[in-house]
């Protein structure tokens, strides 16, 4: 009986040589031991963001720090190109006036050394030049980082909000910044403007995201205390006698203080976001 059984345990084992393996087996090789198939595991690769060209323009002019802030911290995203068109010259208070005739332009740059074009004229000019002269399609206009705050009725006549409303006026969403008029914190105001443009991303490459009115972003100066947080408000239709929407003491509003439009937020140290 023990020869009979050694047999057939050595005729069992002949058997699964010849169909390719055992029944049981706990090797970690890939094929696949019932049907001899090589398997690999499943990938997926996210898709990266879509691709999306920007120009930046402001009214402060090309050399003005703002500016060279805003399109550096644009240009650190990925599938982002920057295109700086900005004033040769400082153009505030401006609005959206525009040159009669020929604008003159020419290769400048940032102070950081961020190649761009300077033109000779104003800001809703260079926002022209940029679509008619040089043939840019942009995606988005970004105008900023202004030297100065631009809220209540103070936007309309803002060359940093001129630009940009000549730009959604020839169908192309665009997002101004402004920071203080002394000391202004130029990064903090790119770092809101980048977010606004990294959350509306999809919509902003596909066309989908209308442009209707300038996303107007601006960030206070604190006498003390810091900045509190970005808030969505309304703009205002004045300023208020006695309000200082441009400095802040920052350190003595509570952050749940509710602002009721753009004045309000800055005079006491909110950045406003709202809409022109």
């Known amino acids: 009986m023990k020869i009979k059984a050694r047999k057939l345990a050595i ?28 398997t690999t595991a499943a990938t997926t690769t996210a898709p990266g963001p879509a691709p999306i060209t920007v120009v930046v323009t402001n009214d402060d002019g090309i050399g003005a720090s703002g500016i060279d802030e805003l399109a550096r911290q644009l240009g650190e995203l990925e599938a982002v190109t920057v295109k700086v068109v900005a004033p040769a010259t400082n153009q505030s208070g401006t609005g959206d006036t ?72 020839r169908g192309i969403p665009a997002v101004a910044g402004s920071a203080g008029l002394t000391d202004p914190d130029d990064a903090l105001g790119a770092r809101y403007v980048v977010e606004w443009v990294k959350a509306n991303r999809t919509r902003i490459a596909d066309g989908r995201l209308a442009a209707g009115r300038v ?26 006698e006695g309000v200082n929407p ?11 203080f509710e602002p009721t439009d753009d004045v309000d937020a800055l005079a006491h140290g909110f950045a406003a976001r709202s809409n022109v």
Not at 215 to 227: D, E, K, L, M, Y
Not at 246 to 256: Q, Y
């Open 11 to 38: 005729w069992a084992t002949a058997v699964a040589l010849v169909l390719g393996g055992t029944a049981c087996s706990t090797s970690d090789s890939p094929e696949d031991s019932r049907a001899g198939v090589t």
């Open 98 to 169: 525009t040159t009669d005739g020929e604008v003159a332009y020419e290769s400048g740059e940032t102070t950081s050394g961020i190649e761009g074009i300077a033109v000779a004229g104003t800001p809703a000019d260079s926002v022209n030049v940029a679509l008619d002269e040089l043939g840019l399609q942009p995606d988005l206009i970004a105008s900023g980082i202004n030297k100065g705050q631009n809220v209540g009725p103070l936007a309309q006549i803002s060359g940093t909000v001129g630009a940009a409303l000549t730009g959604v006026r």
């Open 215 to 240: 996303v107007n972003i601006n960030v206070p100066r604190c006498t003390a205390g810091s900045p509190h947080e970005l808030v969505d408000v309304p703009t205002a239709s004045e300023i208020p």
């Open 246 to 256: 441009f400095e802040a003491d920052c350190a003595t509003t509570p952050a749940s």
